[in-house]
């Protein structure tokens, strides 16, 4: 057997007060059918990271929803997880010398994997490229599976490293289907599995999410030395050239001479280990100078999910300057906040930005300016879209929408009917 | 010109409130007579460390008392920040095989950064000794003062890093080091003794509504009813978390609601650090009363806040070296701390006064169970520990061991 993974309890009807009815009985009507029902899901790490994060609310969710879900985590030694590390940087367009010494210890530690996997799940969801060659290995084995299998991929393959995609493919194959987080990121030479799409989602219930008092969301700032009395723009983003942290500058500067009173708050998130990064906050400093009311702050100096979440609900205007972008998840978490968001047309921001309704679209620095301006003028219109925003995230990148998608997908792959009585949202079922 | 760093403006009087406004008004005196002063702080990283946070509070408050001050960082590159931690780990006592290409590097580093130094300023505060030799390299050193502010305990330094160190402090002005016991016979330079401190201002130390913080522990999966304790620590193997754990696992039949958070500040580095990780992962993932909960990039200085408030006893189980200030932290929320005899940590907790000194498991249980079951005593240590902390480890009182120092040397020019 691999590595369990206990997780705490959580319940739907927690988010019963944010979603509404209609969508939590949806939730359990799409559930109905699957009762009893027994899923793994199988990632690489029980610590840290994005998937290990969506894992520990999605598994102790379908429990509560009357699935019977686990979570499992393979083994592998110091130099399976060199290799991983590096095949996942190669399928995100970073080179790898991609050795048959590499692929032999992919496979070895695949094969070990498959044959501690239990197959007596109805539904296993594999996370990522790691252990993926768990089934392939499998069905050499025992010449199929019991239940159906689902190759969950959270990574950009659109510039993978052809050598690396073109050996992990036919692993992939043997799935029955494969989700990805956008439909740009799936493989064209891809066949075999049914695909469908998941585009990410936040937890409202998470620290970074919950509603604060106005006391204390002020209280934090003015510890930052930020006025709440005094307009904010705020961007959260590391500091790489793809965020545009200068750019962002730029923008405040042009809106401050006609808001003198304006101020910027900057949040990066940095890795010790990241030169670039480095390189990029002490630009963004030199660029800010002398103008105490530009605010460039990190986790470093301890700036986690409460701050971000007072900063966001005070800023007049997100703004998110993305020239190129993953899903830009941070976009939801401002929406959320009822706050308007300019930000880049890339990625996967148009999808959570609507034009003019939840914010503004941008491809330029002057444009950037003329919306933040524009929003900056007309407050009453900021709330309006900050209001559908709010709205916005609601129906489309919560958890529970998470929740939603693969309730559906596991009602589709099992022909329970229920999907297609609960049809999937445009654009999420791409081809099969 | 160095690394620049992102700063705040901050205002001295927003500390009355806190230290009183005599003590204000005593810290604008002690400035008036060095007004103007052009002091640079150096240091070789700008996040993350303690030197680091301190900075980040002294040098906007020394500049709104007048003072021309500023912090910068040095120019390195990894192959300096390889020596400097080897450098780092040496002169805490762990033992490095110290080579000359060491030296060599550490060297060309501090000439290259000698270079760097082309602004005019009157004082240098080199902060930790990782930089110090830059003075050797600068062309005319006696144009300014030169200090060194010693943040690490020296006491088991190891002797070769630390003479060949020695030879570049000894034409200091002045050296400052954080307590007594952290000292070597040979210190070089004149002393000054000048105890860490914590900012009362912080969004660490900020007051914060009972809601908010059941909210947030709530968030976490933590049950804001039930008895809570916590620890605040590196992710070390000296910080004992395992001990942690198994001391409060001791009393889970006397108190079925304990609950135990550790909260880690840092990464784990070497491999009994990762060793030790892995272990309370493990136990965490099987006994759900405990709960880890790491530094990384989500976890901020508010939670922690959050949590500190919310302990009902508030552990060190053990420390590395040094001051561990998050304990100050703690008692400025008037919390019962109960702490291993290490380092700093008995200066903060006057053993049967503002909390227990603890050594053993058995020591550290017995504690634990004394202050779950006598809340009149630990509310009494809570109140005690405010004082203590008001009188001995506010930031005010480091600015104005500063202001002396500074003071002095500006007479002494």
């Given at each position: 057997?691999?590595?369990?993974?206990?997780?705490?309890?959580?319940?739907?009807?927690?988010?019963?007060?944010?979603?509404?009815?209609?969508?939590?009985?949806?939730?359990?009507?799409?559930?109905?059918?699957?009762?009893?029902?027994?899923?793994?899901?199988?990632?690489?790490?029980?610590?840290?990271?994005?998937?290990?994060?969506?894992?520990?609310?999605?598994?102790?969710?379908?429990?509560?929803?009357?699935?019977?879900?686990?979570?499992?985590?393979?083994?592998?030694?110091?130099?399976?997880?060199?290799?991983?590390?590096?095949?996942?940087?190669?399928?995100?367009?970073?080179?790898?010398?991609?050795?048959?010494?590499?692929?032999?210890?992919?496979?070895?530690?695949?094969?070990?994997?498959?044959?501690?996997?239990?197959?007596?799940?109805?539904?296993?969801?594999?996370?990522?490229?790691?252990?993926?060659?768990?089934?392939?290995?499998?069905?050499?084995?025992?010449?199929?599976?019991?239940?159906?299998?689902?190759?969950?991929?959270?990574?950009?393959?659109?510039?993978?490293?052809?050598?690396?995609?073109?050996?992990?493919?036919?692993?992939?194959?043997?799935?029955?289907?494969?989700?990805?987080?956008?439909?740009?990121?799936?493989?064209?030479?891809?066949?075999?599995?049914?695909?469908?799409?998941?585009?990410?989602?936040?937890?409202?219930?998470?620290?970074?999410?919950?509603?604060?008092?106005?006391?204390?969301?002020?209280?934090?700032?003015?510890?930052?030395?930020?006025?709440?009395?005094?307009?904010?723009?705020?961007?959260?983003?590391?500091?790489?050239?793809?965020?545009?942290?200068?750019?962002?500058?730029?923008?405040?500067?042009?809106?401050?001479?006609?808001?003198?009173?304006?101020?910027?708050?900057?949040?990066?998130?940095?890795?010790?280990?990241?030169?670039?990064?480095?390189?990029?906050?002490?630009?963004?400093?030199?660029?800010?100078?002398?103008?105490?009311?530009?605010?460039?702050?990190?986790?470093?100096?301890?700036?986690?999910?409460?701050?971000?979440?007072?900063?966001?609900?005070?800023?007049?205007?997100?703004?998110?300057?993305?020239?190129?972008?993953?899903?830009?998840?941070?976009?939801?978490?401002?929406?959320?906040?009822?706050?308007?968001?300019?930000?880049?047309?890339?990625?996967?921001?148009?999808?959570?930005?609507?034009?003019?309704?939840?914010?503004?679209?941008?491809?330029?620095?002057?444009?950037?300016?003329?919306?933040?301006?524009?929003?900056?003028?007309?407050?009453?219109?900021?709330?309006?879209?900050?209001?559908?925003?709010?709205?916005?995230?609601?129906?489309?990148?919560?958890?529970?929408?998470?929740?939603?998608?693969?309730?559906?997908?596991?009602?589709?792959?099992?022909?329970?009917?229920?999907?297609?009585?609960?049809?999937?949202?445009?654009?999420?079922?791409?081809?099969? | 010109?160095?690394?620049?760093?992102?700063?705040?403006?901050?205002?001295?009087?927003?500390?009355?409130?806190?230290?009183?406004?005599?003590?204000?008004?005593?810290?604008?005196?002690?400035?008036?007579?060095?007004?103007?002063?052009?002091?640079?702080?150096?240091?070789?990283?700008?996040?993350?460390?303690?030197?680091?946070?301190?900075?980040?509070?002294?040098?906007?408050?020394?500049?709104?008392?007048?003072?021309?001050?500023?912090?910068?960082?040095?120019?390195?590159?990894?192959?300096?920040?390889?020596?400097?931690?080897?450098?780092?780990q040496?002169?805490g006592g762990v033992?490095?095989?110290?080579?000359?290409?060491?030296?060599?590097?550490?060297?060309?580093?501090?000439?290259?950064?000698?270079?760097?130094?082309?602004?005019?300023?009157?004082?240098?505060?080199?902060?930790?000794?990782?930089?110090?030799?830059?003075?050797?390299?600068?062309?005319?050193?006696?144009?300014?003062?030169?200090?060194?502010?010693?943040?690490?305990d020296?006491?088991t330094?190891?002797?070769?890093?630390?003479?060949?160190?020695?030879?570049?402090?000894?034409?200091?002005?002045?050296?400052?080091?954080?307590?007594?016991?952290?000292?070597?016979?040979?210190?070089?330079?004149?002393?000054?003794?000048?105890?860490?401190?914590?900012?009362?201002?912080?969004?660490?130390?900020?007051?914060?509504?009972?809601?908010?913080?059941?909210?947030?522990?709530?968030?976490?999966?933590?049950?804001?009813?039930?008895?809570?304790?916590?620890q605040?620590s590196p992710c070390d193997a000296a910080s004992d978390l395992m001990g942690a754990?198994?001391?409060?696992?001791?009393?889970?039949?006397?108190?079925?609601?304990?609950?135990?958070?550790l909260?880690l500040m840092t990464?784990p580095h070497d491999p009994a650090s990762r060793q030790c990780y892995?272990?309370l992962?493990?136990?965490?993932?099987?006994?759900?009363?405990?709960?880890?909960?790491?530094?990384?990039?989500?976890?901020?200085?508010?939670?922690?806040?959050?949590?500190?408030?919310?302990?009902?006893?508030?552990l060190q189980k053990g420390l590395r070296k040094g001051y561990g200030?998050?304990?100050?932290?703690?008692?400025?929320?008037?919390?019962?701390?109960?702490v291993a005899p290490v380092g700093g940590l008995?200066?903060?907790?006057?053993?049967?006064?503002?909390?227990?000194?603890?050594?053993?498991?058995?020591?550290?249980?017995?504690?634990?169970?004394?202050?779950?079951?006598?809340?009149?005593?630990?509310?009494?240590?809570?109140?005690?520990?405010?004082?203590?902390?008001?009188?001995?480890?506010?930031?005010?009182?480091?600015?104005?061991?500063?202001?002396?120092?500074?003071?002095?040397?500006?007479?002494?020019?």
């Amino acid at each position: 057997m691999l590595g369990s993974v206990p997780t705490t309890p959580k319940s739907l009807e927690d988010y019963r007060p944010v979603i509404g009815d209609e969508r939590a009985e949806e939730l359990r009507a799409l559930a109905e059918p699957l009762k009893g029902a027994r899923v793994l899901h199988v990632n690489a790490t029980a610590f840290g990271g994005g998937v290990a994060e969506i894992l520990s609310t999605m598994v102790p969710l379908l429990n509560d929803i009357g699935l019977n879900a686990d979570w499992q985590v393979i083994k592998g030694a110091e130099e399976f997880f060199n290799v991983t590390k590096a095949m996942h940087n190669s399928l995100q367009g970073m080179y790898y010398d991609w050795t048959p010494a590499a692929r032999e210890i992919w496979l070895n530690y695949n094969k070990l994997n498959a044959d501690l996997v239990d197959d007596s799940y109805d539904f296993v969801i594999i996370h990522d490229p790691q252990p993926a060659a768990v089934l392939s290995f499998l069905d050499e084995r025992q010449g199929s599976h019991h239940g159906k299998w689902v190759w969950r991929c959270h990574i950009d393959l659109t510039d993978a490293q052809v050598q690396v995609w073109d050996f992990l493919r036919p692993h992939v194959e043997a799935y029955d289907a494969a989700i990805f987080t956008l439909p740009d990121y799936v493989k064209d030479d891809l066949t075999g599995p049914s695909i469908f799409c998941v585009p990410p989602a936040i937890d409202p219930l998470s620290p970074k999410n919950v509603p604060l008092p106005q006391e204390t969301v002020d209280g934090i700032l003015r510890r930052y030395s930020v006025d709440p009395a005094r307009p904010i723009i705020a961007q959260v983003s590391r500091f790489d050239p793809w965020k545009d942290p200068l750019g962002v500058i730029d923008v405040y500067r042009h809106a401050k001479i006609e808001f003198p009173e304006l101020q910027l708050v900057m949040i990066a998130s940095m890795a010790s280990d990241d030169p670039e990064g480095w390189d990029w906050y002490e630009r963004t400093v030199r660029r800010a100078g002398e103008d105490w009311d530009i605010h460039i702050l990190s986790n470093l100096n301890g700036v986690g999910n409460i701050e971000v979440n007072a900063f966001q609900r005070s800023a007049r205007v997100v703004i998110q300057k993305s020239v190129r972008e993953g899903f830009g998840l941070v976009v939801s978490e401002a929406l959320w906040k009822g706050r308007p968001v300019v930000a880049g047309n890339v990625g996967g921001i148009p999808l959570q930005i609507i034009e003019g309704e939840t914010g503004h679209l941008v491809n330029t620095g002057p444009e950037c300016a003329e919306r933040v301006l524009s929003l900056l003028h007309n407050p009453d219109e900021a709330d309006r879209m900050g209001a559908n925003g709010v709205e916005f995230v609601r129906d489309r990148f919560l958890t529970t929408r998470y929740l939603r998608d693969y309730l559906a997908i596991f009602n589709q792959l099992a022909g329970t009917g229920a999907a297609q009585a609960q049809s999937l949202k445009p654009g999420l079922h791409v081809r099969s | 010109m160095y690394g620049t760093l992102a700063l705040s403006h901050r205002a001295l009087d927003d500390l009355s409130d806190s230290a009183g406004v005599r003590t204000i008004e005593e810290l604008r005196a002690l400035a008036r007579p060095i007004e103007g002063l052009r002091v640079l702080n150096l240091s070789v990283t700008g996040f993350g460390t303690g030197t680091a946070e301190l900075l980040n509070s002294s040098v906007p408050l020394l500049t709104d008392l007048g003072l021309d001050c500023s912090w910068q960082v040095v120019r390195t590159s990894e192959e300096f920040a390889h020596v400097a931690r080897a450098m780092y780990q040496a002169l805490g006592g762990v033992y490095v095989p110290w080579t000359q290409e060491m030296t060599d590097t550490w060297l060309s580093y501090a000439a290259m950064n000698a270079d760097l130094l082309t602004e005019p300023f009157d004082v240098v505060i080199v902060h930790d000794p990782q930089p110090s030799a830059i003075r050797s390299f600068v062309a005319d050193p006696g144009a300014m003062k030169w200090v060194l502010h010693c943040h690490l305990d020296l006491s088991t330094a190891q002797d070769d890093v630390w003479l060949q160190m020695r030879e570049h402090i000894e034409p200091y002005d002045a050296v400052i080091m954080e307590s007594e016991h952290f000292l070597r016979p040979d210190m070089p330079a004149p002393m000054r003794i000048v105890p860490p401190a914590i900012d009362p201002n912080s969004p660490r130390n900020m007051p914060l509504p009972d809601d908010v913080v059941r909210t947030v522990l709530e968030r976490y999966g933590i049950d804001p009813d039930r008895p809570l304790v916590v620890q605040v620590s590196p992710c070390d193997a000296a910080s004992d978390l395992m001990g942690a754990v198994e001391c409060c696992g001791a009393l889970y039949d006397e108190f079925p609601g304990l609950q135990i958070a550790l909260i880690l500040m840092t990464e784990p580095h070497d491999p009994a650090s990762r060793q030790c990780y892995e272990q309370l992962a493990r136990r965490s993932a099987d006994d759900p009363r405990v709960f880890v909960l790491s530094m990384g990039d989500e976890f901020g200085n508010v939670e922690i806040n959050v949590f500190q408030r919310a302990a009902d006893v508030v552990l060190q189980k053990g420390l590395r070296k040094g001051y561990g200030m998050w304990i100050s932290d703690a008692l400025w929320k008037r919390r019962p701390c109960v702490v291993a005899p290490v380092g700093g940590l008995p200066e903060q907790v006057i053993d049967g006064e503002t909390g227990i000194v603890a050594d053993s498991n058995e020591e550290f249980t017995q504690a634990i169970r004394t202050l779950l079951r006598n809340r009149g005593l630990a509310e009494q240590y809570g109140e005690n520990g405010r004082r203590h902390v008001a009188q001995r480890f506010l930031i005010t009182r480091y600015l104005r061991d500063y202001l002396e120092i500074l003071n002095e040397l500006h007479r002494s020019r």
